[in-house]
């Protein structure tokens, strides 16, 4: 990917904190990914000591994998400290009373960044990361999630694909030449960069989303306040013109069907183990051998 498109991380960061307060109101994708990423751990036998929720943004996850695993320690890693204190706050009104019983395991909270993961080597069991990966850079993040995993340590995660928001894409490219839509990477890049980071037994599937909108205007504000307007590094700097955001409404007008205007997400699926078995090196030819046998199935 060019690197005129990828997120520049203050703004990532920026741009979370500042919306962190109304996130919850506005996050139904999230929340759609989240519980079917939730559900297919239900596949996999697994009893972790230690997770990692990486982007835990709100908490709602977080909450999900305590009650999921008692007794595991819940470990919710974002960028924005601001997204954490709302997380702790979500937590605590999930528990009640009951985040005072001596034996009750609270979840700890940590700032830090998908590409340079705050914690040691193998001290991790499971990885859960529903949409945070799209804001950073593949190779890096999945070498640190390889790292801080455990042997035999399960990484699961959802991520955006590069037909996302395809209708506001080209409803802009009808206005100028600068990127208005986040790039995303598609899953081949996202495979080959699992591949590399030395994560076996990797496995990816796709699946469509579309959110309907009355007004364009509401859609941009929606993704406002979700934190994931534009954060490219090619994006127009300054504010956008009143003349342009009427074009660019005007251009999104012919995806209109049955009244209500569509944002489409392509949502990628994701998991993988730590540690690449021998039939997954690299060969010679710069070619990787994966097993058909290998791609089926969660458990292992």
């Known amino acids: 990917m060019s690197d005129v498109f990828k997120p520049e991380k203050l703004s990532v960061a920026r741009s979370f904190g ?8 506005v996050a139904v994708l999230q929340k759609q990914t989240g519980d079917e990423l939730l559900d297919r751990l239900s596949l996999v036998t697994l009893s972790p000591k230690r997770i990692l929720d990486l982007g835990a943004g709100t908490g709602r996850n977080v909450v999900a994998l305590t009650t999921r695993y008692p007794d595991a320690e819940v470990i919710g890693l974002d960028i924005a400290p601001t997204m954490l204190q709302q997380a702790q706050k979500t937590y605590r009104r ?6 005072w019983l001596p034996k009750q395991k609270k979840p700890v909270f940590i700032a830090g960044d998908a590409e340079h993961l705050p914690l040691a080597d193998n001290s991790v069991d ?10 950073c850079d593949l190779a890096a993040s999945f070498a640190e999630i390889e790292r801080v995993l455990q042997p035999d340590g399960l990484l699961m995660f959802t991520t955006l694909g590069p037909d996302t928001l395809h209708e506001l894409r080209a409803a802009w490219a009808s206005v100028d030449n600068y990127p208005h839509v986040n790039v995303f990477y598609d899953m081949h890049d996202v495979g080959e960069a699992m591949l ?38 090619g994006r127009r700097r300054g ?62």
């Open 18 to 25: 500042q919306s962190a307060l109304h996130y919850d109101d």
């Open 94 to 99: 999930s528990q009640g009373l009951k985040r």
């Open 126 to 135: 499971l990885v859960f990361a529903n949409l945070a990966l799209q804001w």
């Open 196 to 233: 590399n980071a030395r994560l076996a037994e990797p496995v990816l599937d796709m699946d469509r989303y579309v959110l309907t909108y009355q007004d364009a205007l509401a859609m941009m504000r929606d993704l406002k306040v979700l934190g994931a307007s534009n954060v490219a590094q």
């Open 239 to 300: 504010l956008t013109g009143k003349k342009a955001l009427a074009q660019v409404t005007a251009a999104y007008e012919p995806f209109r069907e049955q009244g209500l205007l569509p944002a489409s997400y392509e949502v990628i699926f994701g998991h993988a183990w730590a540690g690449v078995p021998a039939s997954q090196i690299q060969q010679g030819d710069g070619s990787v051998s994966i097993p058909l046998s290998e791609l089926t199935g969660l458990s292992r």
